[in-house]
């Protein structure tokens, strides 16, 4: 038995082996599998809101000066 044929073998052993696996574990990612469901917290209710401020702005020219 040469080397090519004996190295044909367990590359072939190996490939099958890896196939298994795949089979057995299934399609990598999000394919075929299901979505997650979101996770939905409960707002606390002791206390209310506060306001929101808002974001500072720049200066704001009411005149233009016509010179």
Request: charged share 15%; net charge positive.
């Given at each position: 038995?040469?080397?090519?044929?004996?190295?044909?073998?367990?590359?072939?052993?190996?490939?099958?082996?890896?196939?298994?696996?795949?089979?057995v574990?299934?399609?990598?990612?999000?394919?075929?599998?299901?979505?997650?469901?979101?996770?939905?917290?409960?707002?606390?209710?002791?206390?209310?809101?506060?306001?929101?401020?808002?974001?500072p702005?720049?200066?704001?020219?009411?005149?233009?000066?016509?010179?």
């Amino acid at each position: 038995m040469s080397s090519e044929s004996l190295g044909g073998i367990l590359g072939a052993i190996v490939a099958v082996i890896v196939l298994a696996v795949a089979v057995v574990f299934g399609p990598i990612g999000q394919y075929g599998k299901p979505p997650k469901p979101a996770k939905v917290e409960p707002a606390p209710a002791a206390e209310p809101a506060a306001p929101a401020v808002p974001a500072p702005r720049g200066p704001i020219i009411r005149e233009v000066p016509n010179q």
